[in-house]
Every structure is written in C-alpha cells, then in structure tokens.
C-alpha cells in the first residue's frame, strides 16, 4: 500500500511509540490524526507535525466512536490505523497485603485490550465502505501493538501480559474475517524500547536493562517500530502475523 495523500489514526499518538509513529506517517505524505487521552500532549505532537488531535478514551465506546468521526471529518476515512495507546501498572496478583484489587487488572485490560478492539471495530467499518486501492482489493492496514510480555510476563506483569496475549490472540481472527475485504492486520511485539517511560529511570537501571537485549545490546527506538509500521503497510503479504521487535531478548521471570 502506498502511503502519500491518505488519512492514518494513531491512538496513544502524544507520546512514545505513538508520536514516533505519528511522524513517520506525516513524513510519508498522509494526513494523521493523533488520538491521546492526554490532549495536550495530542495538541503538542499535532502541532509540530500537522496533523489532527483528538482527546480519546480508546476503552469508552462513545468516545472512541467521537474520535474516528472526528478523524474522518478533517481528514476522511483512516486507510492506516496503528493502535499504540496502552497502559501498565506493575503490581503482583497477591501481595503483602493479600489479594490486588480486580479494579486494577480490569483497568489495564480495559485500555490495552478493549481499547484495541474497540479501535479495531470502529475504523475496519469505515475502511470496508471505501473503494479498493489497487487490482488487489486492498483497502486499508491495521497496526496493532502487544508486547513480548504476552509470551514471557515477569512477576508483577499479570494484567499487562494478559492484556498483550489477548491482543496477539485478535489478530489472526481480526486479519481472517478482513481478508475478504482487503484489510490488513497486524501486530508488533516490542521488547525493550526507550520510551519516555523508561527513560524516566536512572542511567545505570537503563543501562542494565540494555545489557539484557542479546543484539544489539541496547534499548530498541521509537523510530524503529515505525520504520517497521511503513514497512508493514507497504508489504502487502504481511498479513495476520505478530513480529517480535525485541533484539532477540527473552524476558527472565524478574
């Protein structure tokens, strides 16, 4: 699929992943609309880029359902939607003081997995309605983001990891019941990136995480889960697949 002169979503577009994605779309000549609940941070990448912010619950089925209109009224409707909006709260299934609040684990699952399914449902309508780009029937690709915690979540990564796994679990069903109209779906499983998050750490937890990336031994970047996006988007045989972009790491159970 080419990308120029198309309209692309990102959710979770104001910061980390998202932003950088959100960047590599506009660069590439498409009209991007940066969903965040965080509008500010939406407003301060938009701005920079040019694109379209928009204040999103991606896990709110009203709010979800304003944005992707929202989106479609500025820029038509989305032939690229790259879920990247996601959240996870390290907390241990039974701790000192007994059992974790299920408001917690319900949170995370709300916003990684219902989130992204919510996401999902909403812009694979709009692109059904569209016309075929090319012989093929393609009409559009979507992006999702899990994690390599979907395969080897450490202690205190149950709803992150459960989160993840059910994202990887989507996507073949998501990729086989599109096929029949042209659209694309696919996964990537990040391992460790440097993301705002983690560099919020001290230099020497940053470095020692690093050390655990077989090759090449260092925090993976934004940029390149974008680069890995416009590939995604531009081959068309990538279809129903999760690829792990992780250095070769395998998480330790800490």
Excluded: W
Excluded at 166 to 175: F, P, W
Excluded at 223 to 250: P, S, T, W, Y
């Amino acid at each position: 699929m080419q990308l120029e002169g198309h309209a692309a979503i990102v959710t979770g577009g104001g910061s980390g992943l998202g932003a950088a994605t959100a960047r590599a779309l506009v660069d590439a000549g498409m009209r991007v609309a940066i969903f965040d609940m965080n509008i500010d941070a939406a407003r301060s990448v938009a701005d920079d880029i040019g694109g379209h912010p928009v204040q999103c619950d991606v896990a709110d089925s009203a709010s979800a359902e304003a944005a992707v209109a929202s989106a479609a009224e500025a820029h038509g409707a989305a032939r690229v939607v790259v879920n990247c909006a996601g959240i996870g709260t390290p907390q241990k299934i039974v701790g000192r003081d007994g059992p974790s609040p299920l408001a917690d684990f319900r949170r995370v699952i709300d916003v990684n997995l219902i989130g992204t399914y919510n996401i999902l449902r909403l812009t694979a309508a709009n692109m059904m309605a569209l016309d075929p780009l090319d012989e093929i029937g393609e009409r559009g690709v979507i992006v999702n983001t899990a994690s390599v915690a979907a395969y080897e979540g450490q202690i205190g990564q149950s709803a992150y990891a459960a989160s993840k796994g059910g994202v990887v679990a989507l996507n073949i069903v998501a990729a086989r019941e599109f096929a029949s109209r042209g659209i694309r779906v696919m996964t990537i499983a990040p391992g460790l990136i440097g993301t705002p998050m983690l560099h919020g750490l001290p230099q020497e937890a940053q470095d020692s995480l690093a050390a655990q990336v077989p090759f090449p031994s260092r925090l993976g970047r934004p940029d390149e889960f974008a680069d890995l996006v416009k590939h995604i988007c531009h081959n068309q045989m990538l279809n129903g697949e999760v690829i792990r972009m992780d250095g070769a790491i395998r998480m330790a159970p800490r």
